[in-house]
């Protein structure tokens, strides 16, 4: 089978190497967003999809939009049987869904219709979830509301961050998409329209609402550091501070909302129910650090508070 890839990030990259290592599909372009700035000196760099074809040597497209004219005349050209998704991160108009033979397939992780949109790794760590997973669908014009193909599921752990489950999601899904491929080659899969119960989105996650909001429960507290965590990173004013947080471990000590108890080994921070202990902390500008060394460099007291 012809296949033009789509993807940018990271958790694109399994999927992409899956293919091109596979005997049955021959990855002939590779679509990605364009070049960006990144990184604190902002040069400009590849995306992680686009560095591991430039390995292979396989063409990469990098249009503004999917409907630039030069694109769509490129993808006719290639005459892809199908094009698999993974994090692309741009929408796919119709007349450009319509080029290939079989349409475009999107690698999406979550158990659809469950958390369509933008962050649904986030979202169901969020909400407290305890199975998620990964579904191939065949994409369409509506916000991954496609009939799906196939699942996979995964077990969402209690010390989970997004980017840990992530990884585990974009591995096990990789072997998901090459699997509805196969079996789409040989006819013997068909798309299951999704159900009209159930239904939830993740939108996407900004720098503001990964503020954390110290008048919650702690264990909605937990649920949030860790479902932006590594990025874009969990946040909170201490006194004058700004700081990022890593995930925080659920104390049963009562502490007000914000309010700070430093200790020689260890700072706490109450929540609407009980505290939660910091564990490596974040100065803007800075490296991360134990909590407690940066409280004694910082010269916290317990006068000052979380907000």
């Known amino acids: 089978m012809r296949i033009v890839f789509a993807g940018t990030p990271e958790p694109a990259v399994p999927s992409l190497r899956r293919l091109l290592d596979s005997t049955r599909h021959e990855v002939v372009a590779v679509l990605t967003r364009p070049d960006a700035a ?12 686009a560095a ?11 249009p503004g939009r999917p409907a630039d004219p030069d694109f769509v005349d ?3 050209e290639l005459s892809p049987d199908c094009c698999p998704v993974v994090a692309y991160g741009a929408l796919v108009p119709q007349h450009v869904l319509d080029v290939p033979r079989i349409g475009w397939l999107n690698l999406h992780f979550s158990l659809l219709p469950a958390w369509r949109g933008a962050a649904p790794v986030q979202a169901a760590i969020a909400a407290g979830d305890e199975v998620t997973g990964a579904s191939v669908f065949h994409l369409e014009a509506g916000l991954d509301t496609g ?3 196939g699942v996979t599921t995964e077990t969402i752990r209690a010390t989970d961050t997004a980017g840990a489950l992530l990884d585990r999601l974009a591995h096990s899904g990789a072997v998901l998409l090459d699997s509805v491929l196969d079996a789409l080659e040989d006819g013997s899969v068909h798309a299951v329209p999704q159900p009209d119960d159930g239904v939830s989105y993740a939108p996407k996650i900004t ?9 919650e429960p702690a264990y909605a507290v937990d649920r949030h550091i860790r479902s932006v965590t590594p990025a874009p990173g969990a946040w909170t004013e201490i006194g004058d501070l700004r700081v990022k947080l890593g995930p925080v471990r659920v104390t049963d000590r009562a502490l007000a909302p914000g309010q700070l108890d430093v200790g020689k080994k260890e700072v706490l921070v109450g929540t609407a129910t009980t505290a939660v202990a910091l564990d490596r902390v974040q100065p803007q500008g800075k490296k991360d650090m134990a909590a407690a060394d940066w409280a004694r460099g910082a010269r916290l007291g317990n006068e000052v508070s979380a907000r």
Do not use: F, K, N, Q
Not at 38 to 49: E, F, K, L, M, W
Not at 56 to 62: Q, S, Y
Not at 207 to 215: I, P, Q
């Open 38 to 49: 990144s990184g604190r000196g902002r040069r400009t760099a590849r995306s992680p999809v």
């Open 52 to 62: 591991l074809a430039d390995e292979h040597g396989i063409e990469v497209l990098t």
């Open 74 to 76: 490129r993808l006719t």
């Open 147 to 149: 009939p799906v193909y």
């Open 207 to 215: 720098v503001e609402s990964a503020r954390v909001r110290w008048d």
